[in-house]
C-alpha cells in the first residue's frame, strides 16, 4: 500500500488527533473490530513495505506528509497502539492476523531504528530523554481509554490490573523505536503518540 495513502485513511478512521480509541469506536461500529482480517493485513503489509523501503533508501523516512499533521511515524504508533489497547482491554478472541500485523509493525520500526541507530553511532543525536512509558500514558488514562470502550457497548476485559499489565508489555515492544524515529524525523504531532489513550492532540 501506498505510505501517504494509509496515513490519510487513518485520519479519516481515528481522527486528526490520532486517537486510538476513536479507531477502536470506528471498527466497532462498521463491524471490523471481530471481523476485518483484510484490514490487519493491509495494514501489515505497509509495515514490511515500510521497513524495506526505509532501509533500502533512508531519506524516504524524512519525507514529509503533502498536508501538515500527517507522519508515516505517527500512523505506525497509532496502528501499534490500537492493536495494543485491543490485545489488552476488548473482551473477544484473539485475531490472528491483528498478532500478526503488531508483530510486523513492532518488528519493522524496530529494524529500521536499528539501521539509523548503526549509521549514528559515531555522532550520536542529542535526543530528550522521554518519559518512563510505564508511566505514560498513565494508569488513569488507561482506565478513562476503557471507559470510553465500555460507553461505546465494547466488551472490556474484567481484570484492570492485568489488562494494564499486558499493555504495557505490549507497548513496550515497539515505545522506544517509535520515540526516537518520531524525533529524528521531526514528525508532527510527536506527543501526539503519546496521548492517544487521553483523546487529545498537543
Given amino acids: 500500500m501506498d505510505r501517504e495513502l494509509t496515513v490519510a485513511r487513518l485520519e479519516l478512521r481515528a481522527g486528526a488527533g490520532h486517537s486510538s480509541v476513536k479507531l477502536i469506536q470506528w471498527l466497532n461500529r462498521t463491524g471490523s473490530l471481530q471481523d476485518d482480517a483484510a484490514q490487519w493485513l493491509d495494514w501489515e503489509e505497509w509495515f514490511m513495505e515500510l521497513e524495506e523501503s526505509h532501509t533500502s533508501l533512508p531519506i524516504i523516512s524524512f519525507f514529509r506528509s503533502p498536508q501538515p499533521g500527517r507522519s508515516w511515524i505517527t500512523a505506525a504508533g497509532l496502528i501499534l497502539e490500537t492493536a495494543a489497547l485491543i490485545k489488552s482491554s476488548v473482551n473477544q478472541p484473539p485475531e490472528p492476523h491483528m498478532d500478526l500485523c503488531f508483530e510486523a509493525g513492532a518488528q519493522s520500526l524496530t529494524r529500521i531504528w536499528r539501521f539509523f541507530q548503526v549509521r549514528m553511532q559515531a555522532t550520536p543525536p ?72 487521553n483523546n487529545k492532540s498537543r
Fill in 126 to 197: 542529542v535526543l530528550v530523554k522521554h518519559p518512563d512509558p510505564v508511566e505514560d500514558p498513565t494508569y488513569q488514562a488507561f482506565l478513562r481509554a476503557r471507559a470510553e470502550l465500555a460507553e461505546a457497548g465494547i466488551a472490556i476485559t474484567p481484570d484492570e490490573k492485568a489488562s494494564w499489565e499486558n499493555y504495557q508489555q505490549l507497548r513496550n515492544r515497539y515505545h522506544d523505536a517509535l520515540d526516537f524515529l518520531a524525533r529524528l524525523t521531526m514528525a508532527p504531532d510527536l506527543h501526539s503518540v503519546d496521548s492517544q489513550l
